[in-house]
């Protein structure tokens, strides 16, 4: 299983673009690569999931290089309301595998006025 | 659709006492799962089911039971509660098991052990 490393904790302001990169030097052939978000008091949710290059969608952009050892998710214009911790995930895309799952500590987006 | 709810939202034990908590999905998926999440830290695989009727331990399964005799619902167990088991607990669910899938999580329950 492949070890995510990211930031604890990052501050940025509102309107700005951020940036949160999750290291996976380990990350095998048939992994995908999955972003979650959690507000205060509630459960984590999915976000974006990538293999490879580029992936849009209406939250966020996640950026992968060819060598695929790490990504970058990218959060747009941000908003106190993107205050949040962000989980990077890396786990295996043969669906019917018992693939452990580990969430790690995150890391701690907040955003300032 | 509810999605996955918890049951209770919130509860305060004294050591030594018992209690369930109960997880509910209304999407048909395979797949269940109970994490704990304490101060500062990411979320800890306590348990899961790959299906009715099977279960197996996670990354910190000791002091916890769980069940699942129906497909739709994933009991978490404390048979004795400690002060250590103070958290917040999640349940979550998905249609195919790995970090690949897509897991829908509950509301929480937030478990104060004295």
């Known amino acids: 299983l492949a070890k995510t490393t990211q930031p604890i904790s990052m501050d940025s302001y509102e309107g700005q673009e951020v940036n949160i990169t999750c290291s996976h030097n380990?990350?095998?052939?048939?992994?995908?690569i999955t972003w979650y978000q959690q507000f205060p008091s509630q459960g984590p949710r999915f976000i974006i999931q990538?293999?490879?290059t580029k992936v849009t969608n209406e939250v966020a952009s996640l950026f992968i290089p060819a060598d695929r050892k790490s990504s970058t998710l990218s959060l747009p214009r941000v908003s106190l309301s993107d205050t949040a911790v962000y989980y990077c995930?890396?786990?295996?895309?043969?669906?019917?595998?018992?693939?452990?799952?580990?969430f790690g500590k995150g890391t701690r987006l907040h955003i300032l006025p | 659709n509810a999605g996955v709810t918890q049951t209770p939202k919130f509860r305060v034990l004294k050591t030594g006492q018992s209690m369930t908590l109960l997880c509910a999905q209304d999407?048909?998926?395979?797949?269940m799962y109970w994490y704990r999440q304490d101060p500062g830290m990411g979320l800890r695989l306590i348990h899961y089911?790959?299906?009715?009727?099977?279960?197996a331990k996670g990354e910190v399964p000791d002091g916890y039971n769980v069940s699942r005799l129906k497909k739709q619902n994933f009991l978490l167990g404390l048979e004795s509660a400690a002060p250590s088991q103070t958290s917040v607990y999640f349940c979550?669910?998905?249609?195919?098991?790995?970090?690949?899938?897509?897991?829908?999580f509950g509301p929480g329950t937030r478990l104060t052990v004295l």
């Open positions: 979550a669910s998905s249609y195919l098991s790995g970090a690949y899938n897509e897991q829908f």
């Open positions: 380990n990350i095998a052939t048939n992994d995908y």
């Open positions: 990538g293999y490879k």
């Open positions: 995930l890396v786990g295996d895309g043969l669906r019917n595998r018992d693939d452990k799952i580990i």
């Open positions: 999407m048909n998926h395979e797949y």
């Open positions: 089911s790959v299906g009715e009727g099977t279960t």
